[in-house]
């Protein structure tokens, strides 16, 4: 189900608050999901990447920033402190790191599924071919996110290398869908070039791809990246842009991102008011947190796992909603 609005009324949006927007996100938000709020385990299991997108601090030419990879058995032993405490989603996501080629990904999710049945797995691992994409899904892979950035193809070219191309994102996609993956997509709020237009293609292009996730942040600068000095995007237009996106596609499972929580320190419990429906504390080990940084300030790098279950429960209650120990599937 997906609802229409006219263009003008989704722009007037995008720009001015309006409390019946957020009223009524809020009431879709708890018509489809309750009090439930759907926890995943995210595992930053690589941050080398191939590729160099200017906005993000772990792109291949930032020297700055310290690598790190985690061994297959590692990803299993977050995934066992994770099943302890209650998470039945667990999200590995890395940079583009052809290091862990086809099969080594493969192993990694079925060994996962092997020992948590009852769980999903998401992948985000970036831009791969179909025939990959086969591979993960048949090996068990539930989800996949990928965001499309941008759906405005010349804003694309300035957020990323030649390298890089828009319609190879655009193919990405298609193919995770027809494969029969639950998919994501999404984009920062605020990012440098970014104006109502870009915005407003972002919200037809989720209309079209109707993806069962969206993925939305505040962009927030990396100092060791081109877009270092640039301005960050706010809480307020990314509050307005949650309470839209479930307002034109009511069942999507939405995030409450880390970015959210970094740019103000109530923007995740804010972000479950405006809308969203998902949080996904981090699992990773501690020791190498602080390395997997998009941005700079984010939250969280020096807490335990279970610090970080706990702390998040409690923020979700103190706002009045539960925190769901179960798959959080997508409801069609
Ligand atoms: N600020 C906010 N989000 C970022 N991402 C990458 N760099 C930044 C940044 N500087 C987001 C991108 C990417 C996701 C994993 O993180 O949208 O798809
Ligand atoms: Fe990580 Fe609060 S959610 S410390």
Redesign the pocket.
Known sequence: MTQNFSDQQLKYWIENDDPWLLNEAQKLRRQWYGDQVYVRGLIEFSNYCKND?Y???IRCGNNMARRYRLTPQQIFDCCREGYELGFRTFVL?SGEDPFYDDDTLCRIVSGIKERHPDCAVTL?VGEKERKSYQAFFDAGADRYLL?H?TADEAHYEKLHPVEMSYQNRMRCLRDLKEIGYQTGC???VGSPYQTVDTLWEDLQFIRRLKPQMVGI??????KD?P?GTETAGTMEMTLRLLSIIRLIHPHVLLPATT?LGTIHPKGRELGILAGANVVMPNLSPVAVREKYK??DNKICTGDEAAECRFCMQKRMESIGYQVAVNRGDFQP
Do not use: H, V
């Not at 942040?217 to 990396?222: A, E, L, M, R, T």
């Open positions: 997108c906005y993000c601090g996501q985000s965001r950035e999404g984009f920062m942040g505040p962009f927030i600068p990396q990246t877009f970015a998009l941005y």
